[in-house]
């Protein structure tokens, strides 16, 4: 797997997480 694929897939999860749970929590979380 190369990096650029590993970077889509952490990527799309961030964004399904970010869908899912709202905006408060992704900046809580820095």
Known sequence: MSENELSKIV????????QNLGPGLLESAY
Do not use: G, P, S
């Open 11 to 18: 990527f799309d999860c961030a964004l399904k997480l970010h």
